[in-house]
């Protein structure tokens, strides 16, 4: 069984800095893209950053530019999305997320990554 656990929100102040780490399992995660989406209160969901294959491409929204880093480690199953300068408007939850069919290509729309796990909750407010 496929599965995505995250961990590492919680509150923060602008300008703060958070570490969110995904752990995987029931897959070969050396195969596959992998993503973090968010979801923001009362919006829909948004490819936040995403990594392929063998980490040689990455892609970042443009609303989080300079400020995340998505890296993952094949080696201990995870994904972790470094997070600095926060502001307000990052708040959401975050998923840790790929998609069903391995392939070293990187999708750039978040319906490709339909696989997710629970999310942990980002708050960022003073």
């Known amino acids: 069984e496929v599965q995505l656990v995250e961990s590492g929100g919680g509150l923060v102040q602008p300008g703060g800095s958070l570490r969110l780490s995904c752990t995987t399992s029931?897959?070969?995660?050396?195969?596959?893209?992998m993503s973090w989406v968010r979801q923001a209160p009362g919006k829909g969901l948004e490819l936040v950053a995403a990594v392929d294959t063998d980490a040689t491409n990455t892609y970042y929204a443009d609303s989080v530019k300079g400020r995340f880093t998505i890296s993952r480690d094949d080696a201990r199953y995870k994904v972790y999305l470094q997070l600095n300068s926060l502001k307000t408007e990052d708040t959401a939850m975050y998923y840790c997320?790929?998609?069903?069919?391995?392939?070293?290509?990187?999708?750039?729309?978040?319906?490709?990554?339909?696989?997710r796990g629970q999310g942990t909750q980002v708050t960022v407010s003073s």
């Open positions: 029931g897959f070969t995660i050396s195969l596959y893209p």
């Open positions: 997320a790929t998609r069903s069919t391995s392939g070293r290509d990187l999708p750039l729309d978040w319906r490709e990554y339909k696989i």
